[in-house]
């Protein structure tokens, strides 16, 4: 992956910002040198005239208490002006200290070539073919970022529509790893709110700055996966005041490049370029889904897994866990055997039992 620097925030990094008290040395320096030089020029000035002569010991470098306070002010002054430069003077140092890993800017990627491209998606394609709609999207998306010659690559917010177990999230995973970014899944079932997501302001319980400015600072990325998982059923969560705040209200800015070039965190009250963030929603159903957010996201229809694949999934995730063919052939035989009631295994029951047969294999024999 080609890798480049973008700047990412809405503030300024100074080195070496001078303390008051040092200000106040400059300043009194300089003006004591200021006085000195001018009563040098006068008094050779008059010395030329045929004035008397004064000794340099009479020179008035004192300064005055009306001095000092002007120096004072001037000192307190000029390190408000340059810490409102900054963008950060509402921020306590701890939260300062978290920015500055913004300082040198952050990462985005992108493939090198279209060819890259095709061999990315053809990739995904092979390990999960049923999510062609998808990988589809991903592969258009990229080779068009490779045509731009854009930074980083970027594609339109995904919504994953289809039955549970079908590896809506590994997919996600998987993308995220192929084009070397990192991945955060939301649980929308676990934390309905937006707080999880984008953070929250200070003055709630466990106020912070959300899991996908917690990805980007920590990574130095600033085009990671963000995976929200069942969407649907996210809730939200209602303040003293009766204000609502809910995940899916949360997104609506976020999904949109150009909104999101200017999102502003509600810990940090600083804005920040979410643009180049790819976003992928999964969802089991389309109820009680906002219109605004399928607006901006139409949802891709996924079709349940066949047999044959899962065969093929099997198969794959058995060579990586090294598993020798005999228990490969075994989960394939049961795949084969599902019937009536039980129809077809999802997907997440594929990788237990190849992680039930890896510990099977590797668990040392009892004597």
């Not at 408000?80 to 500055?100: N, S």
Request: proline fraction near 6%.
């Amino acid at each position: 992956m080609l890798k480049s620097t973008i700047p990412f925030a809405n503030i300024r990094f100074f080195d070496d910002v001078p303390t008051v008290s040092r200000l106040e040395m400059r300043f009194t320096k300089f003006l004591r040198q200021l006085r000195d030089r001018r009563e040098t020029e006068r008094l050779i000035e008059a010395k030329v005239e045929g004035g008397s002569d004064e000794t340099l010991d009479l020179f008035p470098s004192g300064l005055s208490s009306e001095d000092k306070m002007r120096i004072a002010n001037r000192a307190v002054n000029y390190v408000d002006r340059l810490d409102a430069a900054t963008g950060m003077q509402h921020l306590k140092a701890d939260d300062r200290k978290a920015l500055r890993r913004l300082k040198d800017g952050v990462t985005v990627s992108r493939v090198p070539t279209e060819h890259d491209a095709d061999v990315l998606a053809a990739t995904l394609h092979e390990e999960m073919p049923w999510m062609g709609p998808a990988t589809e999207h991903i592969w258009h998306a990229l080779r068009k970022s490779v045509r731009e010659d854009l930074p980083g690559f970027q594609f339109a917010p995904l919504l994953l529509l289809g039955p549970p177990g079908i590896g809506k999230s590994h997919w996600a995973r998987r993308l995220g790893k192929l084009l070397e970014v990192p991945t955060t899944v939301v649980e929308a079932t676990g934390e309905p709110a937006s707080f999880a997501l984008i953070g929250s302001q200070r003055g709630w319980g466990n106020a912070g700055p959300g899991k996908i400015m917690e990805t980007i600072l920590r990574e130095k990325c600033a085009s990671p996966v963000m995976v929200v998982d069942e969407v649907e059923k996210a809730g939200g969560v209602n303040s003293e005041k009766g204000l609502r705040f809910s995940l899916t209200d949360a997104l609506l800015p976020l999904l949109e490049r150009m909104t999101a070039s200017t999102w502003q965190c509600p810990y940090f009250r600083v804005q920040f370029d979410l643009s180049w963030v790819g976003w992928i929603l999964t969802a089991n159903s389309l109820h009680g889904l906002p219109e605004p957010l399928l607006s901006r996201c139409p949802p891709l229809e996924l079709a349940q897994v066949s047999k044959q694949h899962l065969i093929g999934f099997a198969q794959r995730l058995g060579k990586v866990h090294d598993l020798p063919d005999e228990a490969i052939a075994t989960i394939e035989e049961i795949i084969r055997s599902c019937r009536g009631d039980i129809g077809v295994p999802s997907l997440r029951t594929v990788k237990r039992m190849i992680e039930r047969a890896e510990i099977a294999y590797v668990r040392p024999l009892l004597h």
